[in-house]
T-cell receptor, first 112, second 113 residues
Framework: SQQGEEDPQALSIQEGENATMNCSYKTSINNLQWYRQNSGRGLVHLILIRSNEREKHSGRLRVTLDTSKKSSSLLITASRAADTASYFCATDRGSGNTPLVFGKGTRLSVIA | DGGITQSPKYLFRKEGQNVTLSCEQN?????MYWYRQDPGQGLRLIYY???????QKGDIAEGYSVSREKKESFPLTVTSAQKNPTAFYLCASSIVGINAEAFFGQGTRLTVV
């Protein structure tokens, strides 16, 4: 079962522009996490936002969470070619210590 | 260096064979996970374990088996019962907790020949 769904599926932007990716989920959550995956590699954790938080920043990353709409967004500001990767949102299953459920991801291409 | 190591990076399997993918971590994490990723898709949970000698089925456990005899190790066997095993397999580990971040290995790409 997939809890989160990212939108858009693919995004292509010029270097220096901002990139925004969205994630929607279905059930209540304790937290929502964003991960990055370079082609053919493992995932790397970017940021975690708890259900009682509305916004969180980490460097050039800004994450928002709207639990009433069951949605989150990831903003990457001043993008660089090195940001080219797939980005996944992941949620818990809402109860206890449960494994993460991942969406299908957004493929971001940053063109130099 | 602390981390999670998967081996091999590439694996080829003949039809009808069982193969075992290795996953080792030295992060002292209690929880370990196996995910499967198909091209252009997200990750789907195969099996997970939160303590030694115990594990649970995930969303797509059929055709797979695991063991957790040591805290550091969580090998995955892809059996001949798995009808479509060609995929990218990712192992992860974490502490056991509500707001736990997952640490991933670099993956094993399995191809049936």
């Amino acid at each position: 079962s997939q809890q989160g769904e990212e939108d858009p599926q693919a995004l292509s932007i010029q270097e220096g522009e901002n990139a925004t990716m969205n994630c929607s989920y279905k059930t209540s959550i304790n937290n929502l996490q964003w991960y990055r995956q370079n082609s053919g590699r493992g995932l790397v954790h970017l940021i975690l936002i708890r259900s009682n938080e509305r916004e969180k920043h980490s460097g050039r990353l800004r994450v928002t969470l709207d639990t009433s709409k069951k949605s989150s967004s990831l903003l990457i500001t001043a993008s660089r070619a090195a940001d080219t990767a797939s980005y996944f949102c992941a949620t818990d299953r809402g109860s206890g210590n449960t494994p993460l459920v991942f969406g299908k991801g957004t493929r971001l291409s940053v063109i130099a | 260096d602390g981390g999670i190591t998967q081996s091999p990076k590439y694996l080829f399997r003949k039809e009808g064979q069982n193969v075992t993918l290795s996953c080792e971590q030295n992060l002292n994490h209690d929880a370990m996970y196996w995910y499967r990723q198909d091209p252009g898709q997200g990750l789907r949970l195969i099996y997970y374990s939160q303590i030694v000698n115990d594990f649970q089925k995930g969303d797509i456990a059929e055709g797979y088996s695991v063991s957790r005899e040591k805290k550091e190790s969580f090998p995955l066997t892809v059996t001949s019962a798995q009808k479509n095993p060609t995929a990218f397999y990712l192992c992860a580990s974490s502490i056991v907790g509500i707001n736990a971040e997952a640490f991933f290995g670099q993956g094993t790409r399995l191809t049936v020949v």
